[in-house]
């Protein structure tokens, strides 16, 4: 194996940029070949040079949206996207990978590392990147996606609410405080110069209509399963819901503030059978403990899968409403992955865990969710007329 780099390899996918200048701000960026071949077991397991791995990041591993854990140097980033890489297909997918990396591994509070970033974001805008905003329960990463098209690439920036609840958004004593977490955000991303041209796509209720309406009937020991009751029950956190973001966005501001409907449940019967329950919601929703909640749901009558996507369904329809009539657009991200029964489409959930995960499976998600973020993002272009996805 050669351990040392034939760096002028490289010198068609890069020009007219001289390829040791390409490979200079590629290795500045904080890019690594040693740690990228390490990171994936197959190209681990390979007898490869660093020439050969470069070339399979390059030739597939883009395309296979593979990108080592890596620190960004963002003062490398945007020198790199300013380089005239003729093929600019090439070019976009090397930096949407690389840019998926800028807001990584950020918590609450998030407006003072945006607004540290956000000169780095105006700068890749006139660089092909197409950045939106998305914040919502853990849900909402079947949204943070890279991706590209033709010259374009996607930036996403993500404020990640794991757990939360639709209708805690407005309470402020509520234990996680994202309501609060996500005005403080929201007024710091408003004051950026440029920011309100930028799609917000908010994605909460999944995690009360799955989780805390069953919380709720077992404090309350319900344990006949009352669907009228279960609707009144999205009513009400759904009514909460829109309070709060209508409180937070002004008219001028809701045409590209975009929410987004829950997915259809993937949790099968037996597992709700079994007492599943998720352990981050319940620290945030329930003051009792996981496994006192797990006994208590075991007692439950629960609504079946077919009742619990009606209720889904039924959440996302008043959702719609709500937006039509307060001036938010609206994102159907439920329809495109239900079968012709009208239930979840089994290929959008991983065979391996056996309807005992509630989120759907990204890697077969992908292709209609990156689809759906394209058309948001040229639905909300300013100059655009319509937002419903």
Same mark, same amino acid.
């Given at each position: 194996?050669?351990?040392?780099?034939?760096?002028?390899?490289?010198?068609?996918?890069?020009?007219?940029?001289?390829?040791?200048? @390409?490979? #200079? +701000?590629?290795?500045?960026? $904080?890019?690594? %070949?040693?740690?990228?071949?390490?990171?994936?077991? *197959? &190209?681990?397991?390979?007898?490869?040079?660093?020439?050969?791995?470069?070339?399979?990041?390059?030739?597939?591993?883009?395309?296979?949206?593979?990108?080592?854990?890596?620190?960004?140097?963002?003062?490398?980033?945007?020198?790199?996207?300013?380089?005239?890489?003729?093929?600019?297909?090439?070019?976009?997918?090397?930096?949407?990978?690389?840019?998926?990396?800028? @807001?990584? #591994? +950020?918590?609450?509070?998030? $407006?003072?590392? %945006?607004?540290?970033?956000?000169?780095?974001?105006? *700068? &890749?805008?006139?660089?092909?990147?197409?950045?939106?905003?998305?914040?919502?329960?853990?849900?909402?990463?079947?949204?943070?996606?890279?991706?590209?098209?033709?010259?374009?690439?996607?930036?996403?920036?993500?404020?990640?609410?794991?757990?939360?609840?639709?209708?805690?958004?407005?309470?402020?004593?509520?234990?996680?405080?994202?309501?609060?977490?996500?005005?403080?955000?929201?007024?710091?991303?408003?004051?950026?110069?440029?920011?309100?041209?930028?799609?917000?796509?908010?994605?909460?209720?999944?995690?009360?209509?799955?989780?805390?309406?069953?919380?709720?009937?077992?404090?309350?020991?319900?344990?006949?399963?009352?669907?009228?009751?279960?609707?009144?029950?999205?009513?009400?956190?759904?009514?909460?819901?829109?309070?709060?973001?209508?409180?937070?966005?002004?008219?001028?501001?809701?045409?590209?503030?975009?929410?987004?409907?829950?997915?259809?449940?993937?949790?099968?019967?037996?597992?709700?059978?079994?007492?599943?329950?998720?352990?981050?919601?319940?620290?945030?929703?329930?003051?009792?403990?996981?496994?006192?909640?797990?006994?208590?749901?075991?007692?439950?009558?629960?609504?079946?899968?077919?009742?619990?996507?009606?209720?889904?369904?039924?959440?996302?329809?008043?959702?719609?409403?709500?937006?039509?009539?307060?001036?938010?657009?609206?994102?159907?991200?439920?329809?495109?992955?239900?079968?012709?029964?009208?239930?979840?489409?089994?290929?959008?959930?991983?065979?391996?865990?056996?309807?005992?995960?509630?989120?759907?499976?990204?890697?077969?998600?992908?292709?209609?969710?990156?689809?759906?973020?394209?058309?948001?993002?040229?639905?909300?272009?300013?100059?655009?007329?319509?937002?419903?996805?």
């Amino acid at each position: 194996m050669n351990d040392s780099l034939d760096t002028p390899a490289f010198a068609r996918i890069c020009a007219p940029v001289p390829p040791h200048d @390409f490979i #200079d +701000l590629l290795y500045w960026t $904080g890019f690594s %070949i040693h740690a990228y071949r390490n990171h994936y077991a *197959d &190209l681990a397991a390979l007898d490869q040079g660093p020439t050969s791995i470069l070339g399979h990041f390059f030739n597939y591993g883009l395309d296979e949206r593979r990108c080592p854990l890596m620190t960004l140097h963002r003062d490398a980033l945007v020198p790199l996207a300013r380089l005239p890489i003729a093929d600019t297909r090439f070019r976009a997918k090397l930096l949407t990978v690389l840019g998926g990396r800028l @807001f990584a #591994d +950020l918590a609450h509070p998030y $407006g003072p590392a %945006i607004t540290e970033r956000w000169p780095a974001v105006r *700068d &890749l805008r006139g660089q092909g990147a197409r950045p939106y905003f998305i914040a919502g329960d853990s849900h909402s990463h079947q949204f943070n996606l890279t991706g590209s098209r033709a010259d374009e690439w996607l930036l996403p920036i993500h404020l990640l609410c794991t757990g939360g609840s639709a209708a805690g958004l407005g309470n402020p004593t509520s234990r996680s405080g994202y309501g609060t977490h996500l005005r403080e955000a929201i007024r710091a991303i408003d004051a950026l110069p440029g920011a309100d041209e930028l799609p917000l796509i908010l994605q909460f209720g999944q995690v009360d209509i799955e989780f805390v309406h069953h919380f709720r009937r077992v404090r309350d020991n319900k344990r006949a399963l009352d669907l009228h009751d279960y609707r009144a029950f999205c009513d009400d956190r759904l009514e909460r819901y829109i309070r709060f973001v209508a409180d937070v966005f002004d008219l001028s501001r809701r045409p590209r503030v975009l929410l987004a409907s829950v997915f259809p449940p993937a949790l099968s019967d037996a597992a709700w059978q079994q007492g599943y329950v998720n352990e981050d919601i319940s620290r945030r929703e329930s003051d009792e403990s996981v496994q006192a909640l797990s006994a208590g749901i075991r007692l439950l009558e629960i609504a079946n899968f077919r009742q619990r996507t009606e209720i889904h369904l039924y959440f996302n329809a008043e959702l719609k409403a709500a937006c039509a009539r307060n001036g938010f657009g609206f994102i159907d991200a439920a329809t495109p992955f239900l079968g012709a029964d009208g239930l979840l489409n089994p290929a959008y959930s991983a065979s391996e865990v056996h309807g005992f995960e509630h989120h759907l499976d990204g890697r077969f998600t992908y292709p209609g969710m990156v689809d759906l973020i394209w058309r948001c993002l040229d639905a909300t272009r300013p100059a655009s007329g319509s937002r419903r996805i």
